[in-house]
């Protein structure tokens, strides 16, 4: 089955990412200039990916789309899984086909999958750190600009969830949206009068909280606060909404964060700031 995202265009995210490597519409570009001027047009190579760390693996069938954009005969084999989690050495898709394409494909590809599984590996780390069933990890809107549903995608295969996915599915209301309606409860009765039904509101103080429910949150984001404040905002909310705590939130306080019995913690540097995972590629002349 073709690998599908809702609102994502695989085809078009190929196509681009292609034609910036390539230089397609710049003066002189348009081609592979190294492999067009060193690889016979009629070569064929045979290729191996596999990780090089223990990974979470995200990505994959998009890297087989680069390959099949330049060479739609390929023989492409995915080894693994989405979400898979795999330890150094393992092989992750083997492939057979023109030489110049996998050559010319080979670092979107890479760069795509290195990327993604970056992401679903440390989620993973910061999931297993959290140690909490009864709470859930979401990702923020911290995504570079034009991956957002890819690295969106990638946190799910690290076992993480997504918050809101942009500005159109969901109100959040921050402090600057208090300073210019004036209060917490002024801002929330505005977006309740605007039709919208769900209202994520901040509050980075307990008194915050009452004013903010009695308007009509529906979901309450507990701002920098530490572990024990997040219990007593959590003791007054008292499962009125769901409490989402989120800022400060790093591999050392996540466990006692989550464990303050909000139901959902989010972390910004789980798109923002991960890591590549070391994945590599080498062929073999056939």
Same mark, same amino acid.
């Given at each position: ?76 084999? $995915?080894?693994?899984? %989405?979400? !898979?989690?795999?330890?150094?050495? +393992?092989? =992750? ?5 023109? *030489? ?105 103080? $307990?008194?915050?909280? %009452?004013? !903010?429910?009695?308007?009509?949150? +529906?979901? =309450? ?5 530490? *572990? ?59």
């Amino acid at each position: 089955m073709a690998f599908q995202l809702p609102g994502f265009d695989l085809a078009a995210f190929v196509r681009a990412t292609l034609a910036e490597d390539l230089g397609t519409g710049l003066p002189g570009g348009g081609h592979d200039v190294t492999s067009e001027s060193v690889i016979p047009a009629d070569a064929r190579f045979s290729g191996v990916m596999d990780s090089r760390d223990a990974i979470m693996v995200a990505g994959l069938p998009i890297a087989e789309a680069f390959f099949r954009a330049l060479d739609p005969a390929m023989e492409i084999e $995915l080894l693994v899984e %989405e979400g !898979a989690q795999v330890g150094p050495g +393992t092989d =992750l898709m083997r492939l057979s086909g023109n *030489a110049r394409a996998m050559l010319t494909a080979e670092r979107s590809a890479l760069n795509t999958v290195q990327h993604l599984s970056g992401i679903a590996t440390l989620v993973r780390t910061y999931v297993d750190a959290m140690d909490n069933p009864h709470c859930t990890l979401l990702d923020t809107r911290k995504t570079i600009p034009g991956l957002r549903m890819l690295e969106k995608y990638a946190v799910r295969m690290g076992g993480g969830s997504n918050h809101r996915m942009g500005l159109w599915d969901a109100a959040m209301i921050k402090d600057n949206h208090v300073l210019v309606a004036g209060s917490v409860g002024e801002a929330v009765r505005r977006a309740v009068a605007a039709g919208v039904t769900e209202i994520i509101c901040e509050v980075d103080r $307990l008194d915050q909280i %009452e004013p !903010a429910l009695a308007a009509g949150a +529906t979901r =309450l984001l507990l701002d920098n606060m530490s *572990a024990e404040t997040l219990r007593e905002a959590v003791g007054i909310v008292n499962g009125r909404v769901p409490t989402e705590a989120s800022g400060g939130i790093n591999l050392d306080t996540i466990k006692a964060k989550a464990a303050s019995g909000v139901n959902y913690v989010s972390v910004g540097r789980l798109t923002q700031s991960a890591p590549a995972a070391d994945i590599g590629l080498d062929f073999t002349p056939l």
